[in-house]
């Protein structure tokens, strides 16, 4: 499969599938952060999800995708599927998609711009105060997984691909920054311990 094909599906699935539930999400008080299950074989979509905190602090947006996925009549193999989390997985959902069986995760945002763009820090704390591991520091691929910044695939592209895909990463990140707005107005009212 071609890196250009596959950036630009899971593009869109942020786009039209995670963001709108998001957006919702964040009216309610929740966080930013939304994730998505497809199939390798077609990239065909079987569900998307979004954090879902203020009724559990443990729904982040991986693991309530996780849990509406095995709550599915059928879930596929998670050897058949690919993993989009819109945001670098902070230590629980990383260790929630291993557990569940992924050999991968796609994603988005980096924990750098969770900290930095999204007024976010947790994951990074967490990772240097559980493990004393620095930002980046952990293993993109290992042997449960490889890691892969969607960012960066669109920058490996070349050509009108990559610069119609840089434009759609920027309004990504326009949508994301509204989101985060309303998120960090209201955050203070909603008791999220990590808020
Ligand atoms: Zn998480």
Redesign the pocket.
Known sequence: MQDSKLTDRLLSVIENDILPLTERGVDSGNKV?GAAILRKSDLSLVIAGTNDETTNPLW????KTLNQFYELPSPPPTSELLFLSTHE?????MSAITWAGFDNYYYFFSHEDSRDSFGIPH?LKIMKELYGLEPGGYRRSNAFFTAHSIVQMAEDTTGPTHEQLMKRIDAIRHRYALASDTYQSHKNATGIPLG
Do not use: A
Not at 60 to 63: I, K, L, S
Not at 89 to 93: A, D, E, I, N, R
């Open positions: 952060f982040h947006g991986e693991v997985p902070c230590t629980m959902c994951d």
